[in-house]
């Protein structure tokens, strides 16, 4: 893999460039994002840049794991020909303009994280102008980001086709995410309760059990279990509105922190 700091050294060859972009603490949940786009592109670039503005003043962006050398050989091996790996400084010169996502972005993660996605939806458009990939590929762990990801690409016109693909989840259901690496043993033993509880309400919604019972009934096994539940909501797969009915496109959507740890995870009602 080709190891590229600067945007000047940045090439532009005319071929179809498939870009999955990481803040690194690379896990299978990338590299199926990354083998997704081998299959599906000439060139495929991994940016790995831990971005500062989607990060709250209480969060965890200066121990937010980092390791380069082992990012890299993993998109390697899974199909990477460039890894973009800039500075802060060298994404970050001025920080006058920023994209702001209305609508999409205010509920859920967005209330509960503070300038999170404009500082997403801000880099996520540079890195696109910086790159300018063919497509892009996200994970649907992070729902609400790719949703506010869409919206942004359609409202600014911006070229690129998206990809949204599954969550990858460990052989007990946790979902990957690089925070799990947070979880002490007996939090993790926990862990999986999250996805259990959103397909347990999934089931009972199907059933035609009130969705307000079914929810109501989740996040109380969950804080009886030990969790901090944030939000466990019914919304609309598109504009995140909470529903209290199911409807076509509904999806599960919830965050809960176990000890200092923040999990979010959601499912298609479909599921
Ligand atoms: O999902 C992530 O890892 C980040 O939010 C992203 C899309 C790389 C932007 O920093």
């Known amino acids: 893999v080709k190891i590229v700091r600067t945007i000047g050294e940045l090439d532009h060859p005319d071929v179809v460039t498939g870009f999955v972009p990481t803040m690194g603490a690379l896990h299978e949940?990338?590299?199926?994002?990354?083998?997704?786009?081998?299959?599906?592109?000439?060139?495929?670039?991994?940016s790995l840049f831990v971005?500062?503005?989607?990060?709250?003043?209480?969060?965890d962006f200066t121990r937010y794991p980092r390791d380069e050398a082992w990012d890299g050989e993993l998109?390697?091996?899974?199909?990477?020909?460039?890894?973009?790996?800039?500075?802060?400084?060298?994404?970050?010169?001025?920080?006058?303009?920023?994209?702001?996502?209305?609508g999409v972005s205010e509920d859920w993660e967005g209330a509960r994280r503070p300038g999170h996605f404009r500082g997403v939806a801000t880099v996520v458009a540079k890195l696109f102008n910086i790159v300018a990939p063919t497509r892009a590929y996200f994970g649907l762990k992070d729902?609400?980001?790719c949703r506010v990801i869409a919206?942004?690409?359609?409202?600014?016109?911006?070229?690129?086709?998206?990809?949204?693909?599954?969550?990858?989840?460990?052989?007990?259901?946790?979902?990957?995410?690089?925070?799990?690496?947070?979880?002490c043993p007996q939090e993790r033993a926990?862990?999986?309760?999250?996805?259990?509880?959103?397909?347990s309400a999934s089931a009972k919604i199907r059933v035609g059990i009130d969705v307000d019972e079914a929810i109501g009934?989740?996040?109380?096994?969950?804080?009886?279990?030990?969790?901090?539940?944030?939000?466990?909501?019914?919304?609309?797969?598109?504009?995140?509105?909470?529903?209290?009915?199911?409807?076509?496109?509904?999806?599960?959507?919830?965050?809960a922190k176990l000890g200092q740890t923040r999990l979010i995870d959601n499912i298609s009602l479909g599921t």
């Open 51 to 59: 971005n500062p503005t989607q990060f709250g003043p209480t969060e």
């Open 217 to 255: 009934e989740a996040a109380s096994q969950l804080e009886a279990s030990g969790f901090n539940v944030d939000y466990f909501a019914l919304v609309d797969g598109f504009t995140l509105q909470k529903l209290h009915r199911s409807e076509q496109d509904a999806r599960l959507i919830a965050a």
């Open 151 to 183: 919206r942004m690409v359609e409202d600014l016109n911006i070229p690129v086709s998206l990809s949204f693909l599954e969550t990858i989840r460990e052989p007990d259901g946790l979902a990957l995410s690089s925070r799990n690496r947070y979880l």
């Open 143 to 145: 729902y609400q980001q």
């Open 29 to 46: 949940g990338h590299l199926s994002l990354i083998r997704a786009a081998r299959a599906e592109c000439e060139r495929v670039v991994v």
């Open 75 to 102: 998109a390697s091996d899974a199909g990477a020909d460039v890894l973009f790996s800039p500075s802060v400084e060298e994404i970050y010169r001025g920080r006058s303009t920023w994209v702001e996502v209305e």
């Open 190 to 199: 926990l862990a999986p309760l999250l996805y259990e509880q959103l397909l």
